[in-house]
T-cell receptor
Framework: SQTIHQWPATLVQPVGSPLSLECTVE??????LYWYRQAAGRGLQLLFY??????ISSEVPQNLSASRPQDRQFILSSKKLLLSDSGFYLC???????????FGPGTRLTVT | SQQGEEDPQALSIQEGENATMNCSYK?????LQWYRQNSGRGLVHLIL?????REKHSGRLRVTLDTSKKSSSLLITASRAADTASYFC????????????FGDGTTLTVKP
């Protein structure tokens, strides 16, 4: 069966510090991968998606970047965090031939 | 702007009652999905309804889709306290990458 992992679960970082969030998927190959951010009480904002290794599409201009160094690994990064980067970050995957997305447990990021 | 918008924003009912949530969208879709999110967790896929379908059932869930009105509804029958969660609709406007657009959700509270 497929499993998606995200870490860390929570993170408190000062403004100006770097960020690296990691997401890995097990039990499938060549998944589509997604990074979302969720503000408190709101829906999901799609940040990045990837249909293959090294293929990254950015949805909104921002202080973040994403990379996919391996088929089932998706990394969200920032060189210098802003207060506005605080939020709940969710990674998700789906099969190329399916519509259902499967979400990881999320990372709660607080920038202080 | 977000495709799916849920209504109401919050819903509080007694255990055993039915809960109905609505979702409206703006442009043509390929399909519409409903997800559930427990507080502080990732989203869980509930049901998908395709644009050529009008109604779909899964256990105590019933989803309808009216493409002429660009709206969908999620009915949870005989609600339980464990149904307390936020419910999101997601519309798919790009089938190649499965970029779903999520609404802000309906927060359902089921009182025991």
């Amino acid at each position: 069966s497929q499993t998606i992992h995200q870490w860390p679960a929570t993170l408190v970082q000062p403004v100006g510090s770097p960020l690296s969030l990691e997401c890995t998927v097990e039990g499938t190959s060549n998944p589509n991968l997604y990074w979302y951010r969720q503000a408190a009480g709101r829906g999901l904002q799609l940040l990045f998606y990837s249909v293959g290794i090294g293929q990254i599409s950015s949805e909104v201009p921002q202080n973040l970047s994403a990379s996919r160094p391996q088929d089932r690994q998706f990394i969200l990064s920032s060189k210098k965090l802003l207060l506005s980067d605080s939020g709940f970050y969710l990674c998700a995957w789906r099969q190329e031939t399916s519509y259902e997305q499967y979400f990881g447990p999320g990372t709660r990021l607080t920038v202080t | 702007s977000q495709q799916g918008e849920e209504d109401p924003q919050a819903l509080s009912i007694q255990e055993g009652e039915n809960a109905t949530m609505n979702c409206s969208y703006k442009t043509s879709i390929n399909n519409l999905q409903w997800y559930r999110q427990n507080s502080g967790r990732g989203l869980v896929h509930l049901i998908l309804i395709r644009s050529n379908e009008r109604e779909k059932h899964s256990g105590r869930l019933r989803v309808t889709l009216d493409t002429s009105k660009k709206s969908s509804s999620l009915l949870i029958t005989a609600s339980r306290a464990a149904d307390t969660a936020s419910y999101f609709c997601a519309t798919d406007y790009n089938t190649n990458a499965g970029k779903s657009t999520f609404g802000d959700g309906t927060t359902l509270t089921v009182k025991p």
